[in-house]
Nanobody, 122 residues
């Protein structure tokens, strides 16, 4: 059983930073590409960032390029999302996911965490 547990969300002011983490248990994450998605109330879940199993090929949604950084530590079985210059429109529940490819599509991921809430105040 593969489980993903996110943490690190919270309330931050516009322009602030947060780092959310996702720890995986059940299988080594070196087997998977890892992704971050987010979902705001009343909206569909959307792609934020992804990284290949080796960690050397990150990809980002246009709206976070230059502000967010995805990284992974296979030894710790964890993936991280450093979020800088946060904006109110970044407010959402952030989910990590594991899959066989660093895809931008929700349906291509096999396992999901329960999410961590990020709220950016104006």
């Amino acid at each position: 059983q593969v489980q993903l547990v996110e943490s690190g969300g919270g309330l931050v002011q516009t322009g602030g930073s947060l780092r959310v983490s996702c720890v995986v248990s059940g299988r080594p994450i070196s087997s998977y590409a890892m992704g971050w998605f987010r979902q705001a109330p009343g909206k569909e879940r959307e792609f934020v960032a992804a990284v290949s199993w080796s960690g050397d090929i990150p990809s980002y949604a246009e709206f976070v390029k230059g502000r967010f950084t995805i990284s992974r530590d296979n030894a710790k079985n964890a993936v991280f999302l450093q979020m800088n210059s946060l904006k109110p429109e970044d407010t959402a529940a952030y989910y990590c996911a594991a899959g066989h490819g660093a895809s931008t599509f929700v349906d291509e991921y096999l396992y999901w965490g329960q999410g961590t809430q990020v709220t950016v105040s104006s």
